[in-house]
């Protein structure tokens, strides 16, 4: 095999046909899930000014100080400017909300995004720099219910697409954002003489965010943190009472959690209830995402106080659970017939027959090239083909075509005007062939 000149930027990765099909799969999923509890989707620009995640998402997360992927312009209305790939999409949305007036809406508005992210974060095993995202918003009203309810929404795709059982709901309430003041005060207060035995990651983080601290891979930092402060002691009665009720709401629609006091996400703008779906066995290693309440958002970017509750989740590490539950997703990519052809006049005939049959929704290939007849029956074998129509310059003058049933080996000859019928016959009937009209494509959303 030869060397390409040319590979995929480092921490990126092309996203073949099997993957594709895990994707779509996950993708009807989310949007079936969410048409059902009234989300719209939406999409946002695949770059924003640098600074909506400066100020979102925090200045001296891991995000913004190391992983965002900056994004210059010749324009020179835009020399001010400094854009970035965005790296999540709930800053873009609130952005948006904003922008567009969705306030005048009926509240809550419920949106929901698939697409990529970017991230110049070091590449590991299911962690890529480019990856696919998908984010569901509840923004507008603050009720412990609409937690549960889109905990809830979550669980059902994760129930979909049967890799629940593989993951475990962790749950907290991490207050207030002055209840975190407090605390993070506190944290600061405990490590004081202490800082020389953090690692030096952990020291910057104790300097600039010290509820990292609690979500430390670090051995050091974690022994430490077992006499540390914890959170619960600095949450208001408030907070408390809406923790306390969002788990009865979830109690009662029979959804499994863990309770986890060390559970602060990562970024700023997070308040009250946050969440992780995790690997059962390794935890936050595959976390397939998470999220959390930000009701200070909206006003953070100079809208009215407005409440609001997200979720995402990686479609990669998704399939990679998929894959390791041994899941194989249904799919219409198989080929149906492979129409094998020798000879010119029996070549035209064959275009107008594959075009037919795919009019009729059946997938169909054929008329590839001028192989022999055997080739042609070795690459019906290659494409997995369930039948396979034979044309040559006997069959053309005498009207007539074989069918071959390529699992069974057997094959007769039959007139060449009831192929079409024979076939639609053997895979099941109209019912069971690949076909629509504009008005499904109208009604369905897109693949993407």
Not at 44 to 63: L, S
Not at 120 to 143: A, S, T, W
Not at 310 to 327: C, D, T, Y
Request: with cysteine.
């Amino acid at each position: 095999m030869s060397q390409p000149l040319f590979r995929t930027p480092k921490g990126t990765h092309d996203v073949l046909p099997e993957d594709h099909q895990y994707m779509t799969y996950i993708k009807k999923a989310v949007r079936h899930r969410a048409r059902q509890a009234g989300y719209k989707r939406i999409d946002t620009p695949m770059f924003e000014n640098k600074a909506i995640f400066e100020r979102g998402i925090g200045e001296h997360t891991d995000i913004v100080e190391k992983e965002l992927f900056l994004v210059t312009s010749k324009q020179k209305e835009d020399e001010e400017a400094k854009f970035a790939l965005r790296p999540e999409f709930t800053a873009g949305i609130c952005r948006s909300f904003i922008e567009h007036g969705m306030q005048q809406l009926p509240q809550p508005v419920e949106l929901y995004a698939i697409g990529q992210c970017f991230r110049h974060d070091r590449p590991q095993k299911g962690r890529y720099r480019q990856f696919h995202q998908f984010n569901m918003e509840v923004i507008g009203l603050k009720d412990p219910s609409i937690d549960a309810q889109l905990i809830l929404v979550l669980a059902k795709i994760f129930g979909d697409i049967k890799i629940l059982d593989r993951l475990e709901l962790n749950i907290n309430n991490i207050g207030t954002a002055e209840n975190r003041a407090a605390y993070t005060e506190a944290l600061k207060d405990f490590f004081i003489g202490k800082e020389r035995n953090l690692p030096e990651l952990d020291q910057a983080r104790l300097q600039t965010n010290p509820l990292r601290l609690l979500d430390s891979k670090e051995e050091d930092t974690q022994i430490l943190l077992k006499n540390a402060p914890a959170m619960d002691q600095f949450l208001d009665d408030e907070s408390k009472e809406y923790h306390k009720t969002v788990l009865e709401y979830l109690d009662e629609l029979d959804i499994k959690y863990v309770e986890n006091p060390t559970l602060v996400r990562g970024l700023d703008y997070y308040t009250q209830t946050v969440f992780e779906f995790l690997d059962n066995e390794t935890g936050s290693q595959n976390a397939v995402g998470g999220g959390g309440r930000y009701d200070g958002l909206i006003e953070l970017f100079g809208g009215q106080p407005t409440p609001g509750i997200g979720f995402a989740g990686g479609l990669e590490r998704i399939v990679w659970h998929m894959k390791q539950a041994g899941i194989k997703v249904p799919h219409k990519d198989q080929v149906d017939v492979f129409v094998a052809q020798l000879g010119p006049e029996a070549k035209k005939t064959c275009l107008k027959l594959i075009s037919e049959l795919r009019d009729k929704g059946v997938h169909t290939l054929g008329a590839l090239g001028e192989a022999s007849l055997k080739s042609q029956m070795r690459l019906a074998d290659k494409f997995d083909a369930r039948y396979t129509l034979l044309l040559g310059k006997m069959e053309v003058k005498g009207g007539t075509i074989i069918l071959k049933d390529m699992a069974a080996g057997k094959q007769k000859e039959i007139p060449f005007e009831e192929a079409i019928p024979k076939v639609i016959e053997l895979l099941g009937g109209k019912d069971k062939l690949d076909t629509y009209t504009m008005r499904d494509q109208f009604v369905d959303v897109d693949e993407d």
